[in-house]
């Protein structure tokens, strides 16, 4: 349940920070605003990739390398911000939460591969059935039915299918949702909310050309 409740919270949290990223990268001046936000708005669609593919498998491993190249786009757009504008405060608050981003990446990628070892989940398995014909045994010593032991074993069985349900966040009955992710990339198909800023005045001196 831990493994499961910090999934489910690295996704809202991943959510959170794409989301304050693209508020923030529409602070920033043409044509870096434009660039950063269709790179931010791919980026979202590899993370809920991410969330529906198996982990450790081919197809998470190929999202996870597509999102990693587009931080490396997006790292490299708001350094230029920062050189264009080195006094302003929207690029360095909106380096501030792409940091934030790029760092989700990998407590996701973490959270999704803290699988329960297999040598655990096949003590559990061994340990029931021995548990189970051990109460069997004892049943028939004392001549009774099958039907405790039926019983026993149908409780065992549906906390274990629980059990090996939990730790696996993209099958089962029991996932991981998208929902975050998905209704953050929805509201991304509607125009940015703050408008592109203006270009700056040229700026001039007191005393230009010699004029008071």
């Known amino acids: 349940m831990g493994r499961y409740e910090s999934r489910r919270a690295a996704v809202v949290e991943d959510a959170n920070a794409i989301g304050t990223t693209y508020l923030r990268a529409q602070t920033l001046n043409e044509p870096i605003r434009t660039q950063s936000l269709r790179l931010l708005v791919r980026y979202t669609d590899t993370s809920i990739r991410l969330s529906d593919s198996v982990p450790s498998s081919s197809a998470a491993r190929l999202a996870i ?56 989940l096949a003590l559990e398995v061994v340990f029931a059935a021995a548990a189970l014909g051990l109460l069997a045994f004892y049943l028939a010593l004392l001549g009774r039915g099958v039907l405790p032991v039926l019983l026993a074993a149908g409780l065992i069985g549906c906390l274990l299918l629980v059990t090996f349900d939990l730790d696996r966040p993209t099958r089962g009955l029991i996932r991981i949702p998208s929902t975050p992710l998905t209704s953050l990339r929805a509201s991304m198909d509607l125009p940015p909310a703050a408008a592109a800023p203006a270009g700056e005045a040229p700026t001039t001196t007191a005393r230009t050309q010699g004029k008071p």
Do not use: C, K
């Not at 911000?81 to 996701?108: G, K």
């Open 65 to 120: 390398a597509d999102g990693s190249e587009l931080q490396r786009e997006l790292w490299s757009l708001a350094g230029q911000a920062l050189a264009d504008a080195p006094q302003a405060s929207a690029p360095r608050l909106y380096v501030e939460t792409l940091n934030e981003m790029i760092d989700m990446q990998t407590v996701r990628v973490a959270a999704l591969n803290n699988r329960v070892p297999g040598a655990v």
